[in-house]
Protein backbone atom coordinates (compact mmCIF):
# COMPACT_ATOMS: atom_id res chain seq x y z
CA UNK A 1 0.00 0.00 0.00
CA UNK A 2 1.01 3.65 -1.09
CA UNK A 3 0.08 7.05 -0.52
CA UNK A 4 1.46 8.82 -3.67
CA UNK A 5 3.43 10.87 -1.93
CA UNK A 6 6.50 10.39 -4.18
CA UNK A 7 10.32 10.01 -1.90
CA UNK A 8 12.66 10.63 -5.36
CA UNK A 9 13.14 10.79 -8.66
CA UNK A 10 14.93 7.59 -9.91
CA UNK A 11 16.81 6.29 -13.09
CA UNK A 12 16.43 3.70 -15.13
CA UNK A 13 19.96 2.26 -15.30
CA UNK A 14 19.31 -0.59 -17.99
CA UNK A 15 16.29 -2.76 -19.30
CA UNK A 16 16.43 -6.83 -19.70
CA UNK A 17 13.84 -7.21 -21.86
CA UNK A 18 11.84 -10.86 -21.87
CA UNK A 19 9.64 -11.90 -25.41
CA UNK A 20 6.58 -10.65 -22.49
CA UNK A 21 8.54 -8.95 -19.91
CA UNK A 22 11.47 -7.23 -18.58
CA UNK A 23 13.98 -6.70 -15.78
CA UNK A 24 14.19 -3.25 -14.55
CA UNK A 25 17.42 -1.55 -12.95
CA UNK A 26 16.87 1.10 -11.47
CA UNK A 27 19.23 3.73 -9.85
CA UNK A 28 18.36 5.30 -6.92
CA UNK A 29 19.50 6.64 -3.23
CA UNK A 30 16.85 7.45 -0.86
CA UNK A 31 14.66 4.53 -0.86
CA UNK A 32 17.35 2.31 -0.83
CA UNK A 33 18.29 3.24 2.98
CA UNK A 34 16.00 -0.20 4.38
CA UNK A 35 15.08 -1.81 0.98
CA UNK A 36 15.02 -5.14 1.54
CA UNK A 37 15.02 -8.43 -1.27
CA UNK A 38 11.00 -8.74 -1.55
CA UNK A 39 9.69 -5.53 -0.88
CA UNK A 40 7.27 -3.36 -2.46
CA UNK A 41 8.19 -0.28 -4.92
CA UNK A 42 5.85 1.64 -6.76
CA UNK A 43 7.78 3.07 -10.49
CA UNK A 44 5.89 5.46 -11.97
CA UNK A 45 2.85 4.40 -9.41
CA UNK A 46 2.99 0.58 -10.63
CA UNK A 47 3.61 -1.78 -7.55
CA UNK A 48 6.64 -3.56 -8.29
CA UNK A 49 8.89 -6.09 -6.07
CA UNK A 50 12.48 -5.20 -5.35
CA UNK A 51 14.05 -8.62 -6.43
CA UNK A 52 18.25 -7.44 -6.32
CA UNK A 53 19.98 -4.44 -4.79
CA UNK A 54 23.53 -2.48 -5.12
CA UNK A 55 24.37 0.12 -3.51
CA UNK A 56 23.43 2.55 -6.56
CA UNK A 57 20.29 0.97 -6.98
CA UNK A 58 17.93 -2.03 -7.15
CA UNK A 59 16.14 -4.82 -9.84
CA UNK A 60 12.43 -5.22 -10.05
CA UNK A 61 10.85 -7.98 -12.84
CA UNK A 62 8.10 -6.39 -14.88
CA UNK A 63 5.24 -9.12 -15.87
CA UNK A 64 3.13 -9.18 -19.40
CA UNK A 65 0.05 -7.89 -17.64
CA UNK A 66 1.90 -4.87 -16.19
CA UNK A 67 3.38 -3.79 -19.86
CA UNK A 68 -0.06 -4.51 -20.99
CA UNK A 69 -1.57 -1.83 -18.66
CA UNK A 70 1.14 0.47 -17.77
CA UNK A 71 3.69 3.21 -19.45
CA UNK A 72 6.29 0.91 -17.82
CA UNK A 73 7.11 -0.45 -21.52
CA UNK A 74 7.96 2.32 -23.20
CA UNK A 75 11.01 3.48 -20.57
CA UNK A 76 14.13 3.21 -22.32
CA UNK A 77 17.76 3.77 -20.12
CA UNK A 78 18.21 7.28 -18.76
CA UNK A 79 14.26 7.72 -18.15
CA UNK A 80 13.73 8.94 -15.19
CA UNK A 81 10.99 7.68 -12.71
CA UNK A 82 8.53 8.64 -9.28
CA UNK A 83 9.87 6.21 -6.84
CA UNK A 84 7.94 5.66 -3.80
CA UNK A 85 8.47 3.02 -0.82
CA UNK A 86 5.39 0.96 0.21
CA UNK A 87 3.92 2.99 3.34
CA UNK A 88 5.14 2.84 6.94
CA UNK A 89 2.49 1.57 9.85
CA UNK A 90 3.80 4.66 11.42
CA UNK A 91 3.98 7.04 8.69
CA UNK A 92 2.01 10.09 8.12
CA UNK A 93 -0.57 9.24 5.94
CA UNK A 94 -0.02 12.68 3.64
CA UNK A 95 -1.74 11.19 0.15
CA UNK A 96 -4.47 9.05 0.02
CA UNK A 97 -5.18 4.78 -0.77
CA UNK A 98 -2.53 3.89 -3.30
CA UNK A 99 -2.55 0.00 -4.67
CA UNK A 100 -0.20 0.40 -7.04
CA UNK A 101 -2.69 -1.75 -8.93
CA UNK A 102 -2.96 0.98 -11.95
CA UNK A 103 -6.63 0.90 -13.66
CA UNK A 104 -4.61 2.28 -17.51
CA UNK A 105 -2.92 4.74 -18.89
CA UNK A 106 -3.82 8.34 -20.11
CA UNK A 107 -2.54 11.18 -22.26
CA UNK A 108 -1.48 14.63 -21.09
CA UNK A 109 -3.85 16.76 -24.09
CA UNK A 110 -2.53 19.97 -22.84
CA UNK A 111 -0.88 22.11 -19.95
CA UNK A 112 -1.73 25.56 -18.80
CA UNK A 113 0.03 28.20 -16.39
CA UNK A 114 -2.11 29.50 -14.02
CA UNK A 115 -0.01 32.51 -11.96
CA UNK A 116 2.48 29.54 -9.95
CA UNK A 117 0.09 26.32 -10.48
CA UNK A 118 0.37 24.70 -14.00
CA UNK A 119 -3.31 22.70 -15.16
CA UNK A 120 -2.45 18.87 -16.28
CA UNK A 121 -5.35 18.09 -18.88
CA UNK A 122 -5.69 14.40 -19.28
CA UNK A 123 -7.55 12.45 -21.11
CA UNK A 124 -8.30 8.90 -20.52
CA UNK A 125 -10.75 5.91 -21.23
CA UNK A 126 -14.77 6.56 -20.34
CA UNK A 127 -14.78 2.90 -18.23
CA UNK A 128 -11.41 4.83 -15.89
CA UNK A 129 -13.10 8.27 -15.67
CA UNK A 130 -16.44 6.57 -14.61
CA UNK A 131 -14.48 6.57 -11.37
CA UNK A 132 -12.71 9.73 -11.77
CA UNK A 133 -15.31 12.75 -9.75
CA UNK A 134 -13.90 16.15 -9.16
CA UNK A 135 -12.34 17.26 -5.66
CA UNK A 136 -11.42 13.33 -5.56
CA UNK A 137 -8.27 11.69 -5.71
CA UNK A 138 -6.27 10.45 -8.34
CA UNK A 139 -2.83 8.84 -8.92
CA UNK A 140 -1.06 10.06 -12.03
CA UNK A 141 2.25 8.16 -12.19
CA UNK A 142 1.93 7.75 -8.50
CA UNK A 143 1.44 11.22 -7.56
CA UNK A 144 -1.62 11.69 -5.34
CA UNK A 145 -3.32 14.94 -6.88
CA UNK A 146 -6.63 16.31 -6.81
CA UNK A 147 -9.31 16.24 -9.96
CA UNK A 148 -9.78 19.39 -10.20
CA UNK A 149 -12.58 19.08 -13.30
CA UNK A 150 -13.64 16.61 -15.29
CA UNK A 151 -15.31 16.37 -19.09
CA UNK A 152 -16.62 13.10 -20.94
CA UNK A 153 -13.31 12.03 -22.02
CA UNK A 154 -10.61 13.86 -19.60
CA UNK A 155 -9.86 15.48 -16.63
CA UNK A 156 -7.45 18.26 -14.95
CA UNK A 157 -5.57 18.31 -12.08
CA UNK A 158 -3.48 21.46 -10.73
CA UNK A 159 0.00 20.82 -9.34
CA UNK A 160 2.08 23.65 -7.53
CA UNK A 161 5.83 24.64 -8.23
CA UNK A 162 6.86 21.70 -5.50
CA UNK A 163 5.26 18.87 -7.10
CA UNK A 164 7.12 19.81 -10.46
CA UNK A 165 10.67 19.99 -9.48
CA UNK A 166 10.64 16.58 -7.34
CA UNK A 167 8.44 14.11 -9.92
CA UNK A 168 8.81 13.84 -13.37
CA UNK A 169 5.23 15.25 -14.29
CA UNK A 170 7.35 18.78 -14.30
CA UNK A 171 9.04 16.78 -17.10
CA UNK A 172 5.75 15.57 -18.84
CA UNK A 173 4.56 17.34 -22.61
CA UNK A 174 1.59 17.03 -24.01
CA UNK A 175 1.32 13.54 -25.88
CA UNK A 176 3.18 11.80 -23.09
CA UNK A 177 1.69 8.29 -21.57
CA UNK A 178 0.64 8.51 -18.06
CA UNK A 179 -0.36 5.94 -15.33
CA UNK A 180 -3.52 6.07 -13.69
CA UNK A 181 -5.03 4.90 -10.51
CA UNK A 182 -8.54 6.55 -9.40
CA UNK A 183 -9.46 6.55 -5.93
CA UNK A 184 -9.91 2.98 -5.11
CA UNK A 185 -13.02 3.59 -3.27
CA UNK A 186 -15.29 4.24 -5.89
CA UNK A 187 -14.44 0.28 -7.82
CA UNK A 188 -15.32 -1.42 -4.20
CA UNK A 189 -18.76 0.84 -3.54
CA UNK A 190 -19.56 0.04 -7.03
CA UNK A 191 -19.02 -3.99 -6.34
CA UNK A 192 -21.11 -3.83 -3.11
CA UNK A 193 -23.74 -2.40 -5.25
CA UNK A 194 -24.08 -4.82 -7.89
CA UNK A 195 -26.48 -8.21 -7.11
CA UNK A 196 -24.45 -10.69 -5.64
CA UNK A 197 -26.93 -13.70 -7.36
CA UNK A 198 -27.57 -14.77 -10.90
CA UNK A 199 -30.61 -14.13 -10.53
CA UNK A 200 -30.59 -10.48 -9.19
CA UNK A 201 -27.87 -9.54 -11.64
CA UNK A 202 -29.72 -10.11 -14.61
CA UNK A 203 -33.01 -8.69 -13.23
CA UNK A 204 -30.98 -5.50 -11.47
CA UNK A 205 -32.50 -4.41 -8.41
CA UNK A 206 -36.32 -4.13 -8.38
CA UNK A 207 -38.76 -3.37 -5.40
CA UNK A 208 -39.57 -6.85 -5.10
CA UNK A 209 -35.92 -7.62 -4.51
CA UNK A 210 -35.66 -4.95 -1.88
CA UNK A 211 -38.71 -6.22 -0.28
CA UNK A 212 -37.66 -9.58 -0.05
CA UNK A 213 -34.27 -9.01 1.45
CA UNK A 214 -36.02 -6.70 3.80
CA UNK A 215 -35.90 -3.69 2.88
Known amino acids: MFTGIVEEMG ?4 I ?7 VLSI ?3 LVLSDLK ?6 VNGVCLTATGKDSGGFTADVMHETLNRSSLGA ?5 RVNL ?9 FGGHIVSGHIDG ?3 ITALRKDDNAVWYTVQATPSLLRYVVEKGSITIDGISL ?9 FSVSIIPHTAAVTILGQKRPGDMVNLEPDIIGKYVEKLLQPRTEQTRSGGISLEFLASNGF
Open 37 to 42: IGDSVA
Open 75 to 79: LVPGS
Open 27 to 29: GAA
Open 105 to 107: TGT
Open 146 to 154: TVASVEPDR
Open 11 to 14: TIRS
Open 84 to 92: ERAMAADGR
Open 16 to 22: RRGAHSA
